[in-house]
């Protein structure tokens, strides 16, 4: 977003490069740092891996676990190339089935992005490698869930998310409030900062990805977990009142009474995340991926606090939560070991603390965040995803097939621009739901 995983937007130069060459490598099983526990088998030449992924600031760290993963395995040479998101998305199928893309891939998880890659045979099953590595253990189950697709596993998600509300301290502090206890009180804040001559909340969703974060935050308190559980599973139908109101409320209503800034479709990610990094936008509804960037000084001089988007109606909130991104293997790899031992690196106990602290990322491992010299805001959200974790509702374009998708980004613009309404683009997305249920390409996550 972003961003790191999936959401990052920062432009960073990257390429196709050569294939990999051929190497013997034995598979080994774990043992943290070193992602063995012996010697591997000699190889002729080195193993060589093309990874891609899009950290941007987070890239130094991204170098040096590549830097350590080659030094604890010198039969392997890893070449890391970060990829622009959208670049990525354009591109990633067409270089997979060509055999010229990558062989390690840091990609979208859920059934419209690496489901699509599954489903065309462009990725390696891994069902074997979690016994093989240990990763049944190691890894949370959530990782291994949001990466199989039709009884198969192709990867480990990465990057424990949730999308919430970050704000301004300063600001908040400046104008006398404090953190809303319910909608309406959301809506008075957001009044009195709009007098106060700010914008109340930054949006930008010239991307059209950024609507569907706010849609799934008034979506999980309209409609409610287990309704929207069954709706992306295709159980329940999304043209439902429930669903009408959270587009209504965080769509529409917010829009006209002039709570975000001008404009909103005409505004990309990264320059409504300026609004709020320089203080003319108080607050930002976005994801956990963002708090790197928030508690960088050289980004944003003013403390940053985060809380869930509070109870609409009295109803209990269910804030959006999964996954961002994952590691997933080309099934065209020459060096399929070699790539299995750099994913069991990557998720090493040895490595949480490069991902939680250089990375401000929640690996999909156990950590006790006590350990870790981390910011305030991570361990603070670290603390309500394990407090919550039981009733935290769903970020729902990674759980739902591509031409849902397409549908929920093209038709939320509309929305937006007031050329749909509401209850029309609730319509056009029951329409999608069905096809891809037809089409077999439907996640259930009713269980």
């Given amino acids: 977003m972003q961003t790191l995983s999936r959401r990052m937007f920062l432009r960073i130069s990257g390429g ?54 080659q030094e604890a395995n010198p039969d ?36 419209g992005f690496a489901g699509v890659l599954a489903r065309a045979g462009l990725l390696m099953e891994l069902d074997d490698a979690y016994p093989q590595y240990g990763w049944d253990k190691r890894i949370q189950p959530i990782a291994k869930d949001r990466t199989t697709f039709d009884g198969k596993t192709y990867g480990i998600g990465n990057a424990i998310e ?6 301004n301290k300063r600001i908040y502090e400046e104008n006398g409030l404090s953190e809303p206890k319910t909608h309406d009180d959301f809506l008075a804040n957001c009044e009195t900062l709009k007098n106060a001559g700010l914008i109340p909340v930054a949006l930008g969703n010239l991307d059209k990805w950024p609507a569907m974060h ?14 929207l559980a069954q709706a992306i599973s ?49 607050m930002d509804i976005t994801g956990t991926w963002m708090i790197g960037g928030y508690t960088n000084t050289d980004n944003m001089a ?13 109803k209990a909130a269910a804030p959006p939560a999964g996954l961002g991104s994952g590691y997933f293997v080309s099934k065209k790899t020459a060096n399929p070991e070699a790539a299995l031992r750099f994913l069991d690196f990557l998720f090493s106990e040895g490595n949480a603390a490069r991902w939680m602290e250089g990375m401000s990322i929640i690996p999909p491992i156990q950590v006790d965040a006590s350990k870790y010299n981390i910011s305030d805001l991570l361990r603070f959200t670290l603390e309500q995803l394990s407090q919550n ?36 683009q609730a319509i056009a997305l029951e329409k999608a739901m069905q096809e891809a249920k037809e089409a077999g390409k439907v996640m259930d996550i009713t269980g």
Avoid: H
Wanted: charged content about 20%.
């Fill in 214 to 227: 706010t849609f799934s935050v008034f979506a999980g308190n309209t409609a409610g977990r287990d309704k």
């Fill in 162 to 167: 949730a999308v919430g509300v970050f704000y």
């Fill in 16 to 69: 196709l490069a050569g294939t990999a060459l051929l190497a013997a490598c034995a598979p080994v099983a774990s043992t943290g740092e070193t992602g063995s526990s012996e010697a591997a088998a000699p190889a002729t030449a080195k193993a060589t891996l093309l990874l891609w992924d899009g950290f941007g600031e987070e890239g130094a760290i991204a170098d040096e676990m590549v830097v350590a993963f």
């Fill in 76 to 111: 392997i040479e890893v070449m890391r190339e970060a990829q622009d998101t959208e670049n990525m998305r354009n591109v990633i199928r067409t270089a997979l089935d060509a055999g010229a893309g990558p062989d390690v891939m840091y990609y979208d998880t859920g059934p």
């Fill in 389 to 424: 974790a039981s009733t935290m509702g769903y970020n729902i374009d990674v759980l739902t097939p591509d031409n849902f998708n397409t549908t929920m980004f093209d038709g939320f613009q509309e929305v937006i621009g007031k050329t749909r309404t509401p209850a029309e």
């Fill in 234 to 282: 295709a159980e329940q139908s999304w043209d439902d009142d429930d669903i009408v109101a959270a587009m209504q409320l965080g769509l529409v209503d917010m829009v006209d009474a002039g709570y975000y800034n001008s404009d909103v479709n005409a505004v990309n990610y990264d320059d409504a995340n300026l609004l709020f990094y320089s203080g003319q936008a108080a």
């Fill in 302 to 314: 003013d403390p940053v606090g985060f809380f869930f988007y509070p109870s609409i109606a009295g």
